[in-house]
């Protein structure tokens, strides 16, 4: 059995996780498990899962369900059943995020080089009819919010032992040792709070092997941007101060 696992979180994803599920089946390093959660989806994305795993029986992929809604409680399902199947490694990406193809490869050589979280590189996809300027300031707005972060009153405790590292839940991997030791994501929906910066500063107080890489890189999705526009996704993702009646865009 592999040693690392991947988990896909995916709600009403039946249009686009196709598309994930293919970069990963490119990777050029293929040892390792796939995990899906469906988190109750009221779509096809569990048949389309089940049709790309028979379609590429090399691969080993599972489909479970999680009927809490939520990225936190999920992600947090989908990785507790690998590390109950002897999963010691694991990471994360989201059913609108393309993995490059050395993703699983820079994965394993960041936890060989002794890092146990590993925080990868986000880069706005190219294909989803969002403008170079609109991408550009997303780019731009994740280097400023990442130093933010380091500075954020939020992030800032007696007991951390290490600095502030912005870590998106679309591209990060945990060993499962310390997943169990940090309390795992908070089991919360996605409009309630940032499950992965909970789950960063649970981690800073029990050690400091954790770091950026920059060569761990996803692809993730501009689809706020384009139905919110670029003011009202910065301020979304900046705690949340613009509320949608609509979260889950598709």
């Known amino acids: 059995m592999s040693k690392l696992w991947v988990i896909v979180p995916a709600y009403n994803e039946e249009f686009g996780i196709g598309a ?3 970069a990963l089946a490119l990777q050029e390093d293929p040892d390792f498990t796939l995990v899906v959660v469906d988190n109750n989806s009221t779509d096809a994305t569990a048949a389309v899962v089940k049709d790309f795993a028979s379609a590429q029986p090399e691969m080993r992929v599972v ?3 999680e009927e809490q809604k939520g990225t936190g409680a999920a ?3 989908g990785i ?3 590390i109950a199947a002897g999963a010691a490694r694991l990471a994360r990406t989201d059913a609108d995020c393309l993995p490059f193809p050395d993703w699983t490869a820079r994965v394993n050589a960041a936890f060989d080089s002794g890092l146990r979280l590993i925080s990868g590189q986000l880069i706005p996809r190219t294909d989803e009819g969002v403008s170079w300027l609109d991408r550009t300031i997303i780019r ?3 280097e400023v919010a990442s130093t933010f972060g380091k500075f954020r009153p939020g992030n800032q405790d007696p007991r951390y032992l290490g600095p502030y590292v912005m870590t998106p ?3 990060m991997a945990i060993t499962a040792e310390l997943y169990e030791a940090a309390g795992g994501f908070p089991r919360t929906a996605i409009e309630d709070l940032h499950e992965d910066r909970a789950l960063v500063n649970a981690v800073r107080m029990l050690t400091t092997d954790y770091g950026l890489r920059r060569d761990v890189r996803v692809l993730g ?3 706020r941007v384009r139905a919110w526009g670029i003011r009202n996704t910065l301020a979304w993702y900046a705690d949340h101060r613009y509320k949608p009646e609509l979260v889950d865009i598709r």
């Open 20 to 22: 994930t599920l293919e």
């Open 63 to 65: 489909l479970i369900d």
């Open 75 to 77: 992600a947090d399902t």
């Open 80 to 82: 507790r059943y690998a």
């Open 140 to 142: 731009v707005a994740l």
């Open 169 to 171: 839940g679309c591209n």
């Open 221 to 223: 999705s501009n689809r």
